[in-house]
């Protein structure tokens, strides 16, 4: 696994820059080796950077590499909202129910973020809304009724994701948008019928 720290390397920091002339001088120079990419993609990938995502993984990066986190490419591109990355990543077989060490899928991630797009580009593809993550064991439902992410809430609700789902401790969307003071996400949940005793 990779550690995610600020990037001191040049490669690196090239990538998070998303400066692609410079990535290809210091790779074509021959100093860095295939295994030498993998954290610089994260980093890209991170950023939004599309086109240095694209020429990484053309030159032998691993699209499934996993930093100290468990996070992948994927999860950090669906983490900071990066359609573009997401889309692409996934048209070069990314795995898209990959989970980190604490059990984040993509789309709990993108949920969790309030990335409504890429939230609704990841359901489009398959995505299992009701994978489950984190300590508490939440959905994506769960985690955007967390947040207050109201848009992702409805979404998810309007494609069939469970309003009545429980976490590990037996919370529902309902409870822990309560207990957080997600008001408006607690009166639409109310408004489809969610259980306020459950």
Known sequence: MLTLMPPSDPLTKACEEGNLERIKSLIESGYYKVKS?????????????????????????????????????????????????????ISVGADKEAKNIFGYTPLISASAKGHLEVVEYLISV????????????????????????????????????????????????????SEYGRLEVVKYLISVGADKEA
């Open 37 to 89: 990419l993998d954290l610089p993609l994260i980093y890209a990938s991170i950023e939004g950077h599309l086109e240095v995502v694209k020429y990484l993984i053309s030159v032998g990066a691993d699209k499934e590499v996993k930093n100290y986190y468990g996070d992948t490419p994927f999860i950090k591109a669906s983490e900071y909202g990066r359609l573009e990355v997401v889309k692409y990543l």
């Open 126 to 177: 398959g995505a299992d809304k009701e994978a489950s993550g984190g300590l508490d064991k939440g959905t994506p439902l769960i985690y955007a009724s967390i947040e207050g992410h109201l848009e992702v809430v409805k979404y998810l609700i309007s494609v069939g994701a469970d309003k009545e789902v429980k976490n590990y401790y037996g919370d529902t969307p309902f409870i822990k948008a």
